[in-house]
C-alpha cells in the first residue's frame, strides 16, 4: 500500500508507505534475519522525519533532519530546516541523519549526480554541523518511486563518495531492494504485518546492517517492545527508526496518540546501553 501524508505540524509532504520498483540480490552470504550477531557500534533509536526535540532529547541518539517540501520550489526553505535541524541537535548532544534526496534527484525521481550535495556539504562544514551526521538517507522508499537498481547503486557509491558516511534506506514491503547491494544500513516497513516485519527484513552481507521501524503512529499503534527487544539482541541492527512522531493527514503521530511514553522508555533503555 502507499501512504501519502500530509505532516500537520510543518504542513509538508512525504511518501510513506508501499512496494515496487527493481532489485538486483546483494552480495554473498547474506544474514538471515533470526541470526543474533555480536554488537560493534552502538544501537540508534530515533524518528522518522520530524519530532519535538526538546520532548524528544533525553530518548533519542539521533535526529532525522528529513527533506519534506516541495524539491523544485522550496529546495533553499529545505536546506535552511535541516541546518536549523542540524543546529538544534547538535545543542542537544545528539547525531543526525540527513535526508539528503532532494539534492540528488528532481521531484520526478530522477537522478541528477552529487554537485548540489558537494555544496550542501561544504556548507554543512562551514557550520560545524556535518561532523554529527552519522547517515545519509539517500530516498526514501526507492523502490515505491520505480527507481531502478542501477540508478540507486550510483546514487549510493556517489554519494558516500561526496558525504563519506553511512548509506541509509528503508524500502516499502512488497520485497523490491533497488540499490541494497551498496547501502549501509538497510530497512524495510511494513505496518499492517505488526513485528512480522522482523521476519521479513531483506537478506544483509556481514558488513551490512538493519533498520527496523516500528509503526506507532495512527492507525497502526504498534508495540515498540518486540522492535526494540530485535535490535538490542542483535548487533548487526543499525537503528531503530519509528514512525511516526508527528501527526499527519493519516491521523495523530507518535507524539500525541498515546504511544509515545513506551516509545520514550525504549529509546532511553537503548540510550543508556540497556541490555
Same mark, same amino acid.
Given at each position: 500500500?502507499?501512504?501519502?501524508?500530509?505532516?500537520?505540524?510543518?504542513?509538508?509532504?512525504?511518501?510513506?508507505?508501499?512496494?515496487?520498483?527493481?532489485?538486483?540480490?546483494?552480495?554473498?552470504?547474506?544474514?538471515?534475519?533470526?541470526?543474533?550477531?555480536?554488537?560493534? /557500534?552502538?544501537?540508534?533509536?530515533?524518528?522518522?522525519?520530524?519530532?519535538?526535540?526538546?520532548?524528544?532529547?533525553?530518548?533519542?541518539?539521533?535526529? @532525522?533532519?528529513?527533506?519534506?517540501?516541495?524539491?523544485?520550489?522550496?529546495?533553499? /526553505?529545505?536546506?535552511?530546516?535541516?541546518?536549523?535541524?542540524?543546529?538544534?541537535?547538535?545543542?542537544?548532544?545528539?547525531?543526525?541523519?540527513?535526508?539528503?534526496?532532494?539534492?540528488?534527484?528532481?521531484?520526478?525521481?530522477?537522478?541528477?549526480?552529487?554537485?548540489?550535495?558537494?555544496?550542501?556539504?561544504?556548507?554543512?562544514?562551514?557550520?560545524?554541523?556535518?561532523?554529527?551526521?552519522?547517515? =545519509?538517507?539517500?530516498?526514501?522508499?526507492?523502490?515505491? @518511486?520505480?527507481?531502478?537498481?542501477?540508478?540507486? &547503486?550510483?546514487?549510493?557509491?556517489?554519494?558516500?563518495?561526496?558525504?563519506?558516511?553511512?548509506?541509509?534506506?528503508?524500502?516499502?514491503?512488497?520485497?523490491?531492494?533497488?540499490?541494497?547491494?551498496? /547501502?549501509?544500513?538497510?530497512?524495510?516497513?511494513?505496518?499492517?504485518?505488526?513485528?512480522?516485519?522482523?521476519?521479513?527484513?531483506?537478506?544483509?552481507?556481514?558488513?551490512?546492517?538493519?533498520?527496523?521501524?516500528?509503526?506507532?503512529?495512527?492507525?497502526?499503534?504498534?508495540?515498540?517492545?518486540?522492535?526494540?527487544?530485535?535490535?538490542?539482541?542483535?548487533?548487526?541492527?543499525?537503528?531503530?527508526?519509528?514512525?511516526?512522531?508527528?501527526?499527519?493527514?493519516?491521523?495523530?503521530?507518535?507524539?500525541?496518540?498515546? &504511544?509515545?511514553?513506551?516509545?520514550? =522508555?525504549?529509546?532511553?533503555?537503548?540510550?543508556?546501553? /540497556?541490555?
Amino acid at each position: 500500500m502507499t501512504l501519502r501524508l500530509t505532516v500537520l505540524a510543518a504542513a509538508l509532504v512525504l511518501a510513506g508507505c508501499g512496494g515496487g520498483g527493481s532489485s538486483t540480490p546483494s552480495a554473498s552470504a547474506p544474514v538471515a534475519p533470526t541470526a543474533p550477531i555480536v554488537r560493534t /557500534a552502538p544501537l540508534e533509536f530515533g524518528y522518522f522525519g520530524l519530532a519535538d526535540i526538546a520532548a524528544t532529547a533525553n530518548s533519542v541518539t539521533f535526529s @532525522h533532519c528529513i527533506d519534506w517540501g516541495d524539491w523544485t520550489k522550496d529546495k533553499e /526553505a529545505i536546506k535552511a530546516r535541516i541546518i536549523a535541524q542540524l543546529q538544534s541537535a547538535k545543542a542537544a548532544g545528539l547525531k543526525a541523519i540527513v535526508s539528503t534526496g532532494f539534492l540528488t534527484f528532481d521531484a520526478g525521481y530522477r537522478y541528477l549526480g552529487t554537485a548540489e550535495l558537494v555544496a550542501f556539504k561544504k556548507q554543512l562544514d562551514a557550520l560545524d554541523l556535518s561532523k554529527i551526521c552519522i547517515a =545519509a538517507y539517500c530516498i526514501d522508499e526507492p523502490d515505491v @518511486h520505480g527507481i531502478s537498481d542501477a540508478v540507486m &547503486t550510483q546514487c549510493f557509491n556517489e554519494t558516500r563518495a561526496a558525504w563519506p558516511i553511512k548509506m541509509a534506506v528503508i524500502y516499502g514491503p512488497n520485497g523490491q531492494t533497488p540499490g541494497i547491494s551498496a /547501502a549501509d544500513w538497510i530497512g524495510r516497513d511494513d505496518y499492517g504485518a505488526g513485528s512480522g516485519v522482523l521476519q521479513r527484513l531483506p537478506s544483509i552481507r556481514p558488513d551490512q546492517q538493519w533498520i527496523v521501524v516500528p509503526g506507532g503512529a495512527d492507525p497502526w499503534r504498534q508495540d515498540v517492545t518486540p522492535f526494540a527487544d530485535f535490535a538490542k539482541a542483535r548487533g548487526n541492527v543499525a537503528a531503530v527508526i519509528a514512525f511516526l512522531y508527528v501527526d499527519y493527514g493519516g491521523g495523530k503521530g507518535i507524539g500525541t496518540n498515546g &504511544t509515545f511514553p513506551a516509545y520514550a =522508555a525504549a529509546g532511553t533503555a537503548i540510550k543508556k546501553g /540497556a541490555a
